[in-house]
């Protein structure tokens, strides 16, 4: 990814469904560890200083009463997987100003 001709960002996207693979069937996870574990990852990616810049994607898209969960208007129906108003409002989320910043 770094040595594409002529990048300059590069924007990561973890999802939910990363967290867990290392221990088998996602499935198997119990929820409440999975939740911690997703509020620590968050919680790292905004606040360790290892990035030039955060998107939070999350913050953006989680369920305002219940912020373990997707807002409904962007769920799938699965309570996992985005829609395309989910994917549109993350877009909305991207400050393109940082972008011209580098040039």
């Not at 469904?17 to 560890?33: L, P, Q």
Request: charged share 30%.
């Amino acid at each position: 990814m770094a040595s594409q001709p002529g990048a300059t960002h590069v924007i990561v996207l973890e999802g939910i469904n990363d967290i867990g693979i290392g221990k088998g069937s996602f499935n198997d996870i119990h929820f409440e560890e999975r939740e911690r574990v997703r509020q620590d990852v968050n919680r790292w990616i905004r606040g360790s200083g290892q990035f030039d810049a955060v998107i939070d994607f999350e913050l953006t898209v989680r369920d305002k009463s219940d912020p373990g969960r997707m807002a409904a208007a962007y769920d799938s129906g699965d309570n996992l997987h985005p829609c395309d108003a989910d994917y549109a409002a993350m877009a909305d989320a991207i400050d393109l100003k940082f972008f011209a910043k580098a040039r």
